[in-house]
């Protein structure tokens, strides 16, 4: 029995045209109707198809939100850590899914509120992250952090990444955070350069919420990004509320490999010790 698959390609990698083309032959061969974004009507959806790297699939999770739809990631790009298999393997992934051999992994995903000064309200949402970044280069920007309205600690700093287990591997992971395991239920705050001896990474319950405000005397305004994607500006005085949200973003899976599996593949870390590689002298 056919499905329907929405192929959200990368518009600017030149292997793109080619695997959307190959894709959408083989899922109409099979008896699934293919759709791409921009005819995309908002019916029920079977299947995300992601052709190129993390941004290409973040811009697909925007497309489904709320829908529960699987997103199957193919990497066309360098690291492309959420894709589940490489570009080779395209032909074989949608065998699987045509087949029914698959899972669904679920990944927590971050409801997001930004409370001006004037109180008005802006709402959004991440699967890997929400930022806080200063606004004048020049300038750091002043911030307190709360974790259930209690504060915690207040200082300057380039900005501040509130990270869900799936972003760690991103943003949070460069700002010096640790990597965590997606099964773990939490939030990630990473301070950015913070001029302060408080400057550690948290790891936060789920059911807390993380609250930075923008102190009434910074020199400098943030702006508030969710993956990147979705913006919202952050006067003198504003604050952002970050929990962890009611909705996942669902990933295809194949086999049981565990997430460290993955850690060493797409990192390419070494596995044996340096002394395994070492010649001894004779």
Partial sequence: MGGRV??????????????QLAARRQFEQAGWEVTDPESHSGAHLDLVLVLGGDGTLLRAAELVYNQGTPLLG??????????????PELAE????????????????????????????LWYGWALNEVTLEKVVPQRMVEVTIKV??????SFGCDGIVIATPTGSTGHAFSGGGPIVWPELKALLVVPL???????????????????????????SEALAACDGRRTAPLDVGARIDVRVGSQTINL??????PFSERLVRKFDLPVDGWRANRQVAR
Avoid: C, M
Avoid at 7 to 16: K, L, P
Avoid at 193 to 219: D, I, K, Y
Avoid at 252 to 257: D, P, S
């Fill in 93 to 120: 992934a949608i065998d699987q899914v045509v087949a029914g051999d698959f899972r669904v992994e679920p990944r927590a995903t971050l409801e997001v509120k930004v409370i001006h000064a004037d109180g008005h």
């Fill in 148 to 153: 259930d309205g209690q504060g915690l600690s």
């Fill in 6 to 19: 929405l192929i959200v390609a990368h518009r600017a990698e030149r292997d793109a045209d080619h695997a």
């Fill in 252 to 257: 295809v899976r194949f086999g049981a490999a």
């Fill in 193 to 219: 350069a913070a001029h302060a001896l408080f400057n550690r990474p948290l790891l936060v319950p789920p059911e807390s919420t993380v609250t930075v405000e923008v102190h009434a005397g910074s020199r």
């Fill in 74 to 87: 193919i990497n066309l790009g360098h690291l492309g850590f959420l894709a589940e298999r490489e570009a």
